[in-house]
């Protein structure tokens, strides 16, 4: 703090400090000079705008992490200590005011040393970045979704799987996977062309995951298979799952005035714990092959007995 407040200006340097605040309070960035402690001891205009203060004034010694969203403070405190000991640190922030959108910051903290090399304080420059998350994260949307069904795609199935297996797991629940696949398909292309294809599998999936229920998840692997994961007790569970789901999917399905009768074929499976998610959709596109041994629009169940 000495050193900061050897840089305090006395009153021959009055006019330049004024000039300078002018500048600072110009620029659109969130400008603030804060102790090693994370108050604030100096902040611009956009930074009192961006943190509610301002009707304060521009140095108002408040501690800055405080004034943000819990779940951002935790990254913030590691880049603030970081800062302290002499290297520049950054991290992703947010400000949120009451009835106005959240504002995603790039908050870039630099140290600011005495003459001895000691950090006397950091300044912290505040950009945002909300234009830019948003197109971010529409990309990582789009990299995860299938254009054609609008239902996750294969990637987001399996960055999501290991996630719904542990939050399962402590519920005292079983992953189960189901795998579905349209009855025939390639005969309806043939029949009606790939755009009547298409539109059957958009309204099979539109389907499928309108009947799906609770915290059960839906994806589209590919072609004409889909996946559901379910949180079950037992295999007899799992049947009522696939039974439902049958159910929903029975009915024709309209390509362009022409009614199309579809049918998929479901296979499932219960993960062991000596399992992992390759060998529980080994285990379900097995028991599909075995439900389309017993004829169109039926489910198997790996390790029950075929009648």
Known sequence: MDGLRALAPSTSYAGELETLQLMLDASI????????????????????????????????????????????????????????????????????????????????????????GSVMGILCLSRDVSRQAKAEEKLREASLTDLLTSLPNRRAFKLYADSFRKRYLKNNLKT????????????????????????????????????????????RLGGDEFVLLAGVKDA?????????????????????????????????????????LSQLMKNSDSAMYAAKQKGKSNYHIHGSVLP
């Not at 604030?40 to 969203?69: F, S």
């Not at 696939?242 to 999917?249: F, G, I, S, Y």
Request: with cysteine; proline share 3%; glycine share 8%.
């Open 236 to 276: 007899c569970e799992l049947t009522h799952v696939a039974t439902r789901m049958l159910k929903d999917t029975s009915s024709p399905i309209d390509c362009a005035g022409v009614k199309v009768k579809v049918g998929i074929s479901i296979g499932g499976a219960i993960l062991s714990a000596d399992q992992d």
């Open 29 to 116: 960035d969130c400008i603030k000079l804060l102790s090693t402690d994370g108050r604030i001891l100096k902040i611009n205009l956009a930074g009192r705008k961006a943190l509610g203060l301002i009707a304060e004034p521009n140095r108002i010694n408040l501690p800055w992490l405080k004034l943000l969203p819990q779940e951002v403070r935790r990254n913030g405190q590691r880049a603030l200590r970081l800062a302290t000991t002499g290297k520049r640190s950054s991290f992703i922030g947010k400000s949120e005011l009451a009835g106005q959108p959240s504002i995603i910051w790039e908050n870039i903290l630099t140290p600011l040393f005495s003459n001895d």
């Open 176 to 219: 189960a996977l189901l795998i579905f696949d349209v009855d025939n398909f390639k005969s309806i292309n043939d029949l009606y062309g790939h755009d009547a294809g298409d539109e059957v599998l958009r309204q099979i999936a539109r389907r499928l995951d309108a009947g799906k229920s609770g915290d059960e998840y839906m994806a």
